[in-house]
């Protein structure tokens, strides 16, 4: 059974910076694409950053957090890192992690990915 584990979620003022964590268990993590995902009160999950399971494959971001957000994953220690910087009240929400068996490509639709974390919460005071 694969489990996702998120964590490094809590409280900041605008301007600072939060690196969420998820830990992958049960299954072959350097096998998954893996991506965040985020969804804001009263709103719509939406797709943050995915990172392929390829290493030559450029990682993709959504605009709303280009330049603020980077996606790294480190497959010794089968975890997905999501580091913010920047923040703005606007990035608050649940921060959920996601893995994709790697037989398609990178995806930005949660349609597409297998396993879900329970989600982090992030919440960005001005």
């Known amino acids: 059974q694969v489990q996702l584990v998120e964590s490094g979620g809590g409280s900041v003022q605008a301007g600072g910076s939060l690196r969420l964590s998820c830990v992958v268990s049960?299954?072959?993590?350097?096998?998954?694409?893996m991506g965040w995902f985020r969804q804001a009160p009263g709103k719509e999950r939406e797709f943050v950053a995915a990172i392929s399971r390829w290493p030559a494959i450029t990682p993709v971001v959504a605009d709303s957090v280009k330049g603020r957000f980077s996606i790294s994953r480190d497959n010794a220690k089968d975890t997905l890192y999501l580091q913010m910087n920047n923040l703005k009240p606007a990035d608050t929400g649940t921060y959920y992690c996601?893995?994709?068996?790697?037989?398609?490509?990178?995806?930005?639709?949660?349609?597409?990915?297998?396993?879900w974390g329970q989600g982090a919460q992030v919440t960005v005071s001005s």
């Open positions: 049960g299954g072959t993590f350097n096998s998954y694409h």
């Open positions: 996601a893995a994709r068996n790697g037989w398609g490509s990178l995806s930005t639709s949660e349609a597409n990915y297998d396993y």
